[in-house]
């Protein structure tokens, strides 16, 4: 590849393995043109398409504070990156120019914002190589989008940042970003969802890299309102992928809101119980007796585990005068024999023949 082609710009010299970029393609009048091309990704090929132009001018040195970050709002602050950017500036010098557009009387970065953020570290690195690109507001945010993206760097957040803004700011429809992105509509649809749709705590778990992408996408499922407490739940059960997802069918499947009590206090019992899985009662350590009772006390706390959640969220409000007329002796009855099993437990650990 020739030297100054538009990909060495951001240090991406090469597209995948064996690829090599195309050569400018000539203008009308001939002549070839230094264009920055926004690699395209489609089911049967890659390709390349044009966004914008670099202009005629050779790189820029710029001074640091002559260099805005308006666009950074687009991009995640990596610290351990920008660190090791800085020890690779302090080692080698700037090995590739960042890339910059004119906004008015300021340049503002387009790519290269962890050289950026490594250079202003350096007390010795006052200036910054750039190179200059004719970029409206569509475009340069596309560009942010396809630089970072041939070097397999953006991630989810980033590009749902990238499409929101397109949508909202440049009032420009899904299907246009699509286009203009080279993506599916639906791929589109779901980064506008994974940033549009999630409450204040999942968006800042997710910035930070407490919640991945994969279960953000399942959280976005969830009314924002009661996303807070279901991650509440993944923290204190350490939920995995799959778990998760069943969470959140069967919360979105229940009729109740004791029903979500329990889902949310007992979240693999609930899941296993909807599966029809029966958890193991054999426990190799204790004899036939013993067997006998931990499957007796399971069985008990798993019933009135869920009566727990019934009578503290007035489930009985749904019950009829009759009901509850018919139903007083036996409550009165549960009420006596808990208070005994109770009091009996209690005194277990130091009941005789205890080793």
């Given at each position: 590849m020739r030297a100054g082609a538009p990909w060495s710009a951001s240090g991406n010299e090469n597209v995948g393995r064996g690829m090599s970029l195309?050569?400018?393609a000539?203008?009308?009048?001939?002549?070839?043109?230094?264009?920055?091309d926004i690699l395209i990704h489609t089911r049967c090929e890659?390709?390349?398409?044009?966004?914008?132009?670099?202009?005629?001018?050779?790189?820029?040195?710029?001074?640091?504070?002559e260099i805005g970050e308006s666009y950074g709002r687009y991009r995640l602050h990596l610290p351990e990156a920008e660190r090791a950017m800085a020890r690779s500036l302090q080692r080698y010098g700037q090995l590739a120019p960042v890339v910059v557009c004119r906004r008015q009387e300021r340049y503002e970065l387009i790519d290269g914002f962890k050289r950026l953020s490594a250079a202003r570290t350096l007390p010795t690195m006052t200036e910054l190589s750039a190179r200059l690109v004719e970029a409206?507001?569509?475009?340069?945010?596309?560009?942010?989008?396809?630089?970072?993206?041939?070097?397999?760097?953006?991630?989810?957040?980033?590009?749902?940042?990238?499409?929101q803004a397109l949508v909202r700011e440049d009032s420009m429809s899904q299907v246009e970003v699509a286009e203009l992105l080279g993506r599916h509509k639906s791929w589109v649809c779901r980064r506008l969802a994974l940033i549009e749709r999630l409450g204040p705590k999942a968006k800042d778990e997710l910035r930070v890299g407490l919640l991945s992408p994969t279960a953000a996408r399942q959280m976005v499922r969830l009314p924002q309102g009661n996303q807070a407490e279901v991650l509440d739940v993944i923290r204190r059960e350490a939920l995995s992928g799959p778990e998760l997802a069943g969470v959140v069918d069967l919360w979105l499947a229940c009729a109740s809101r004791p029903q979500r009590e329990y889902l949310l206090a007992h979240p693999r019992e609930a899941l296993?119980?909807?599966q029809g899985i029966v958890a193991?009662?054999?426990?190799?350590?204790?004899?036939e007796a013993g067997n006998r009772v931990w499957k007796r006390v399971g069985l008990l706390l798993d019933v009135l585990g869920q009566m727990e959640v019934w009578l503290a969220h007035q489930g009985r409000a749904q019950l009829t005068p009759e009901d509850r007329l018919l139903l007083a002796p036996r409550f009165q009855k549960l009420a006596r024999d808990a208070e005994s099993v109770a009091g009996l437990s209690r005194d277990f650990p130091n009941s005789p023949g205890q080793p």
């Open positions: 195309p050569e400018p000539p203008d009308e009048t001939g002549k070839a043109t230094d264009n920055l890659l390709r390349f398409e044009t966004v914008l132009r670099w202009t005629n001018q050779d790189q820029l040195p710029l001074k640091r504070e409206d507001e569509r475009a340069a945010k596309a560009a942010i989008y396809g630089l970072n993206r041939a070097g397999g760097r953006t991630r989810e957040l980033e590009e749902a940042w990238i499409i296993a119980q909807s193991a009662v054999r426990d190799p350590r204790l004899s």
